[in-house]
């Protein structure tokens, strides 16, 4: 899939749709100072345990996960986002389907 045209209004949860047993993403914007991707998650999928070098943020579109900062557990349900803070250890879980927007920031 293509970058949508900019200067349009986006219609966020419509623009990445949902595979069965699978996670499916699509970047909205690239730039040197960050990305912004579209995910859809399917029910059970997850994104293992990682650190990243840039703070990230998590926002849900709808659906509800399960996100793990440095152990500690937190529950994202639709309109409700996250900070995944630099150089911390973090992982996503689909409790149900879910569809986010994951902003990070490289400056």
Do not use: C, W
């Not at 579109?61 to 996250?82: D, K, N, R, V, Y």
């Not at 992982?91 to 994951?102: S, V």
Request: net charge negative; no cysteine; aromatic share 6%.
């Amino acid at each position: 899939m293509s970058t949508p045209p900019k200067a349009n209004v986006l219609p966020l949860a419509g623009l990445v749709s949902y595979q069965e047993g699978s996670i499916v993403s699509r970047q909205i914007v690239k730039a040197e100072a960050g990305n912004i991707t579209l995910f859809a998650f399917d029910a059970g999928q997850e994104l293992s345990e990682h650190t990243a070098p840039f703070d990230a943020l998590v926002h849900l579109l709808e659906g509800a996960a399960e996100a793990s900062i440095s152990g500690e557990p937190f529950s994202l349900g639709a309109g409700e986002a996250i900070i995944l803070p630099a150089g911390q250890p973090h992982a996503l879980k689909a409790t149900g389907r879910f569809k986010m927007l994951l902003t990070m920031i490289r400056a």
